[in-house]
T-cell receptor, first 108, second 118 residues
Framework: GIQVEQSPPDLILQEGANSTLRCNFS?????LQWFHQNPWGQLINLFY???GTKQNGRLSATTVATERYSLLYISSSQTTDSGVYFC??????????FGPGTRLSVLP | GAGVSQSPSNKVTEKGKDVELRCDPI?????LYWYRQSLGQGLEFLIY????????KSGLPSDRFSAERTGGSVSTLTIQRTQQEDSAVYLC????????????????FGEGSWLTVV
């Protein structure tokens, strides 16, 4: 089945800094999503982005499907951005496969 | 409902007892997923339901785990003879339809059922 990798595994930022999180996947996908899991465990949808670029406030994401990767950009980070960021990929006929996550800590 | 609803939110059970976890997906969503997440770990796929098709049970870790979905809506995950290694948060998610590549495939998660086996 499809393999999903994420980097870096851990990231510590000072409040106000920018960051880029990466998701690599091993095969062409029909669905690529980014999630934020807050410190209370709730998984929040950030982007549905099988290809192209989307922006939502301080967050944006780009997926280059032909090169099998997606990037999540966080600008002007805030302490509330802390948590784990997961990407998940779906290949038609298979199940959503989650990456191992990037644990982000934003320090005040 | 407005979102995916799971119950109980927390469950402490004794080793060897059976537990049932319930998931009520978003109204109209035909796809339903169960995942498991141990403390500090990633998400482990358990089982997937799509409409009236046979469920994909390939992620169930042992025959102590089973799940059903009645009437294409509510799902129950049952763990028999619980073991300490079953302690985890069990997450349910739903989507409008898994097939295709349109935004209707966005999956939404419930808040999870935190299971502790003592």
């Amino acid at each position: 089945g499809i393999q999903v990798e994420q980097s870096p595994p851990d990231l510590i930022l000072q409040e106000g800094a920018n960051s880029t999180l990466r998701c690599n996947f091993s095969d062409s996908v029909n669905n690529l999503q980014w999630f934020h899991q807050n410190p209370w465990g709730q998984l929040i949808n950030l982007f549905y982005i099988p290809s192209g670029t989307k922006q939502n406030g301080r967050l944006s994401a780009t997926t280059v499907a032909t090169e099998r990767y997606s990037l999540l950009y966080i600008s002007s980070s805030q302490t509330t951005d802390s948590g784990v960021y997961f990407c998940a990929a779906l290949l038609l006929g298979q199940n959503f496969v989650f990456g191992p996550g990037t644990r982000l800590s934003v320090l005040p | 409902g407005a979102g995916v609803s799971q119950s109980p939110s927390n469950k402490v059970t004794e080793k060897g007892k059976d537990v049932e976890l319930r998931c009520d997906p978003i109204s109209g969503h035909t796809a339903l997923y169960w995942y498991r997440q141990s403390l500090g770990q990633g998400l482990e796929f358990l089982i997937y339901f799509q409409g009236n098709s046979a469920p994909d049970k390939s992620g169930l870790p042992s025959d102590r785990f089973s799940a059903e979905r009645t009437g294409g809506s509510v799902s129950t995950l049952t763990i028999q003879r619980t073991q300490q290694e079953d302690s985890a948060v069990y997450l349910c998610a739903s989507s409008l339809n898994r097939e295709g590549s349109y935004s209707g495939n966005t999956i939404y998660f419930g808040e999870g059922s935190w299971l502790t086996v003592v």
